[in-house]
């Protein structure tokens, strides 16, 4: 159980354009999920923390117009990289709570997308 | 603020042998939970154990077993009878009760083993 999916596990595109990643709870529901970034041999970095049926809370230094999440289900979530450039390329993880699981506080993680821009 | 400090970032064992992974923290708050994850070059995050810090007994599963020391604020992980399958980046991780749940890594510490 606790199966998290992430789409594309990897995706191409030209600077200017967006791309879209979503994260699927498969077997459960998430009323939390996050997004992470993570840089080649460093340690993941939260970008933003995504609440079903609200906004986003955003990092410190996360640009929100230009990584947008949507969290319309208790097993969806998206991140939109708008207007993409190079320096965007990255690994971009997800993690969801099990809202059921109370206090074990466990994340479970998504396989990750890696996204490069041309 | 919560932060986690793995001062190791890089270590070697033979197989078969045993290997301790260092970790310290800090936070004010009494309720917190410590993870430790591992990520093997297919990059999916794997848990590999976890401590509530409310429970004095250190948690165990299988051949991976922590250290915590409360007073301390540390959080070691001993793997032990290591294998080829351990080779994979660790990482040790804190989220507090309540708040926002959230997860602080630290840098994270490059384990290799040898055959």
């Known amino acids: 159980g606790a199966v998290v999916s992430q789409h594309p596990s990897w995706v191409i595109c030209k600077s200017g354009t967006s791309v879209k990643i979503e994260c699927r709870s498969l077997d459960f529901q998430a009323t939390t999920m996050f997004w992470y970034r993570q840089f080649p041999k460093q340690s993941l970095m939260l970008m933003a923390t995504s609440n079903e049926g609200s906004k986003a809370t955003y990092e410190q230094g996360v640009e929100k117009d230009k990584f947008l999440i949507n969290h319309a289900s208790l097993t969806l979530s998206t991140l939109t990289v708008t207007s993409a450039h190079p320096e965007d390329s990255s690994f971009y993880i997800c993690?969801?709570?099990?809202?059921?699981?109370?206090?074990?506080?466990?994340?479970?993680f998504g396989p990750g997308t890696r996204l490069t821009v041309t | 603020a919560q932060t986690v400090t793995q001062s190791q970032p890089e270590m070697s064992v033979q197989e078969a042998e045993t290997v301790t992974l260092s970790c310290t923290y800090d936070t004010s708050e009494n309720n917190y939970y410590l993870f430790w994850y591992k990520q093997p070059p297919s990059r999916q995050m794997i848990l590999v154990i976890r401590?509530?810090?409310?429970?004095?007994q250190n948690a165990t599963e299988n051949r991976f077993s922590v250290n915590f020391q409360k007073a301390a604020k540390s959080f070691s992980l001993k793997i032990s009878d290591s294998q080829l399958g351990d080779t994979a980046m660790y990482f040790c991780?804190?989220?507090?009760?309540?708040?926002?749940?959230?997860?602080?890594f630290g840098k994270g510490m490059k384990l290799t083993v040898n055959p």
């Open positions: 993690s969801a709570r099990d809202r059921w699981e109370g206090l074990r506080y466990e994340q479970y």
């Open positions: 991780a804190l989220t507090t009760q309540g708040g926002s749940e959230k997860l602080v």
């Open positions: 401590q509530e810090a409310y429970k004095q």
